[in-house]
């Protein structure tokens, strides 16, 4: 798997310090422009944000967000999730039946 987009907050998208709500209209017209646009090569793989912490945990808005998303994924593969802290990443793969794989740094 090689990640080379991700989309950035736009316009219409709520951000504060504690809480940001990604609007779907931009994020997933972009999303589905850049699948056609590459005849399905590049496709959605899940969701990432920022948490104010040296070590970030999701929080239960996260995890519902994701098994929402999870869900709702027609290839039915796993949601990648990943949230950037101040010092590391949290990464984890949901499936649709919710709790997935958590990543680990290789130290």
């Not at 005849?39 to 920022?50: M, N, S």
């Not at 101040?86 to 039946?97: F, R």
Request: net charge neutral; aromatic share 10%.
């Amino acid at each position: 798997m090689l990640i080379e987009q991700a989309t950035i907050p736009t316009i219409l998208d709520k951000r504060f310090r504690y809480l940001f709500e990604r609007m779907p209209f931009g994020h997933e017209a972009i999303a589905l422009a850049r699948w056609g646009t590459s005849q399905g090569t590049i496709r959605y793989l899940g969701e990432w944000h920022t948490h104010p912490e040296d070590t970030p945990h999701p929080s239960g808005l996260d995890r519902s967000e994701w098994n929402r998303l999870s869900v709702k994924r027609l290839d039915q593969r796993p949601m990648l999730a990943v949230i950037v802290g101040k010092k590391t990443l949290y990464i984890e793969l949901v499936p649709c039946s919710g709790h997935g794989s958590v990543f680990f740094p290789v130290e």
